[in-house]
């Protein structure tokens, strides 16, 4: 019976599609933001969006984290980002996108301006952004700094 059982399990791995292959065939993009400048900032937005469109019009997915830190998490500040409405825009239009800012910064700019400081809704928060970003290359992230 554990022969049977064995041999089905074997047959199975080559006749079944094979989702591990699937998963690793899809492309990983993360993006790095590190300045509180518009235009750093939109050109990030747009490398996000035209990589999207780009392997969508190919038939293939792509996963993007944008990941920011220091002065960069001025684009994700509730009360300062200047790209607010696009990166609310590109939320809805691009499941495929994560925006991470870093908690270490958000920290800082908390103490040194005495007032909770709050991220936008789309974006989600962890601890390190270089680390972050570190982990992201390990798990087959490619990397692009705008």
């Avoid at 074997?10 to 509180?36: G, R």
């Avoid at 220091?70 to 590109?90: H, Q």
């Avoid at 103490?111 to 972050?132: D, F, M, N, T, Y």
């Amino acid at each position: 019976m554990r022969f049977m059982t064995g041999l089905f399990l074997i047959l199975s791995a080559f006749l079944l599609p094979n989702t591990a292959f699937a998963e690793a065939a899809a492309h990983k993009v993360t993006i790095h933001v590190d300045q509180n400048d518009p235009q750093v900032m939109n050109m990030a937005l747009n490398n996000a969006k035209n990589l999207s469109a780009y392997y969508t019009a190919k038939g293939e997915t792509v996963d993007i984290e944008l990941v920011a830190y220091g002065p960069g998490v001025m684009m994700l500040r509730e009360d300062k980002s200047p790209v607010k409405d696009r990166i609310s825009a590109m939320a809805l239009e691009m499941p495929n996108m994560v925006f991470s800012a870093c908690n270490n910064t958000i920290q800082a700019m908390t103490k040194k301006e005495g007032q909770e400081i709050k991220i936008l809704g789309e974006a989600g928060i962890v601890p390190s952004g270089v680390v972050r970003l570190i982990e992201l290359q390990e798990q087959g992230y490619a990397y692009v700094r705008p």
